[in-house]
């Protein structure tokens, strides 16, 4: 029986054979690749147009369930992705590896070696070919031999004819031996090669990736990235945009019936069960009151008339840290309420450049949007 070539002392540790395997690894990704890709698109795309063409109510829902798939979505796909790259690695030796020591025993026969181990492993998906060639292997030493031993019978037949009787048979023999000469079908174990062919058709120059072939595959993953990440990440900023609006119409009119029910604001949002708060950024929400009862009626801690504070405890800002527009005019009255936005950092004026990106009522509640659109 051939020696196996996978085991014992032939312990090849890499993951991409030759440039066959290699290809077939390439082609299998990539199609995974452009199949996940379009599922994300099929889970993400009814999401972006709605919020981006929907109404109010739809874009606040579409911000709600686009941030929850981006949260829950990419981990999943990412696990996916990887489960899916080992499984056709692992394919591809199972497939293209015995394919490519298939080859090695074509190679081998070829060059009249008709000793060439075929035996695949057990875990190799073309049992019955593999068998199917070591059988014709063990034909072929079968059959030449026969056919070597049959000229050799031949020959001594002919010497024994008079000299210059059947000179041509005896160039024929003489040509039929030589051919069949170049096939090796006795040998002894110590005889046979040490080297497998395996490992001589696995020569650096025809292994691994080539660099056109890593080039080519980062050409188009950069192409795809370039193309998809920007509108990922404006759909995403959109997402956190339209989430944190929401919160704050949402918090605003809990905050405002507190003031018209006790005659004072909350001092806190703490004390409307909003102590754990977070906008879509992960900062928790600014929240001060401002010097003025509740409607400016000029309420204060527990409905006295002549106080000016309108938040519980006494907790309020004074009309100097309020907001301001670009003409430096407080924008509410009442309460400040916003989201530091994407850059988590913030300073009184909506014209600096570190608010442009909050998330700001303004107008006592008429305005609620992007500092910069204010």
């Known amino acids: 029986m051939p020696p196996?070539?996978?085991?014992?002392?032939?312990?090849?540790?890499?993951?991409?054979?030759?440039?066959?395997?290699?290809?077939?690894?390439?082609?299998?990704?990539?199609?995974?690749?452009?199949?996940?890709?379009?599922?994300?698109?099929?889970?993400?795309?009814?999401?972006v147009y709605a919020l981006f063409a929907g109404s109010g109510a739809q874009q606040l829902r579409a911000a709600a369930l686009f941030l929850d798939l981006h949260a829950r979505f990419w981990p999943a796909l990412v696990a996916l992705a990887a489960a899916l790259a080992a499984l056709i690695v692992l394919?591809?030796?199972?497939?293209?590896?015995?394919?490519?020591?298939?080859?090695?025993?074509?190679?081998?026969?070829?060059?009249?070696?008709?000793?060439?181990?075929?035996?695949?492993?057990?875990?190799?998906?073309?049992?019955?070919?593999?068998?199917?060639l070591e059988a014709m292997l063990v034909s072929l030493r079968q059959r030449i031999g026969d056919a070597q031993r049959?000229?050799?019978?031949?020959?001594?037949?002919?010497?024994?004819?008079?000299?210059?009787?059947?000179?041509?048979?005896?160039?024929?023999?003489?040509?039929?031996?030589?051919?069949?000469?170049?096939?090796?079908?006795?040998?002894s174990p110590a005889e046979r090669p040490a080297d497998s062919p395996i490992r001589r058709s696995v020569a650096p120059a025809d292994a691994g990736f080539t660099l056109i072939e890593i080039l080519l595959v980062?050409?188009?993953?950069?192409?795809?990235?370039?193309?998809?990440?920007?509108?990922?990440?404006?759909?995403?900023?959109?997402?956190?945009?339209?989430?944190?609006?929401?919160?704050?119409?949402?918090?605003?009119?809990?905050?405002q019936s507190h003031g018209f029910a006790n005659g004072c604001y909350p001092?806190?949002?703490?004390?409307?069960?909003?102590?754990?708060?977070?906008?879509?950024?992960?900062?928790?929400?600014?929240?001060?009151?401002?010097?003025?009862?509740?409607?400016?009626?000029?309420r204060g801690r527990g409905g006295g008339g002549g106080a000016t504070c309108a938040a519980c405890r006494g907790s309020?800002?004074?009309?100097?840290?309020?907001?301001?527009?670009?003409?430096?005019?407080?924008?509410?009255?009442?309460?400040?309420?916003?989201?530091r936005g994407k850059d988590r950092q913030s300073v009184g004026p909506l014209a600096a450049r570190a608010s442009l990106d909050d998330v700001v009522r303004a107008s006592d509640g008429g305005f609620i949007g992007l500092g910069r659109d204010y």
């Open 4 to 47: 196996r070539l996978w085991g014992g002392g032939d312990r090849r540790r890499r993951l991409i054979i030759n440039r066959v395997q290699t290809r077939y690894v390439l082609v299998q990704l990539a199609w995974a690749a452009a199949i996940l890709a379009a599922f994300a698109g099929v889970v993400f795309g009814p999401t």
């Open 91 to 132: 394919q591809s030796h199972r497939i293209i590896g015995p394919l490519v020591r298939f080859k090695a025993v074509f190679e081998g026969v070829t060059r009249g070696d008709l000793w060439v181990p075929s035996k695949i492993r057990s875990a190799d998906y073309p049992q019955d070919e593999g068998r199917a």
């Open 150 to 187: 049959a000229v050799s019978a031949a020959d001594t037949a002919l010497r024994q004819l008079p000299p210059g009787v059947g000179a041509d048979i005896h160039l024929a023999i003489g040509q039929l031996r030589q051919s069949l000469q170049a096939y090796e079908v006795e040998r």
């Open 218 to 255: 980062t050409g188009v993953v950069g192409l795809l990235a370039a193309i998809a990440i920007p509108g990922y990440e404006a759909a995403l900023d959109k997402a956190r945009v339209t989430r944190a609006v929401g919160d704050i119409r949402s918090i605003q009119s809990e905050l």
């Open 267 to 298: 001092a806190t949002l703490a004390d409307i069960g909003y102590a754990s708060l977070r906008d879509p950024w992960g900062s928790p929400y600014v929240y001060g009151v401002l010097e003025g009862a509740p409607g400016g009626g000029g």
């Open 316 to 339: 309020c800002l004074g009309r100097g840290q309020a907001r301001k527009d670009r003409n430096l005019v407080p924008i509410n009255s009442d309460f400040d309420f916003y989201s």
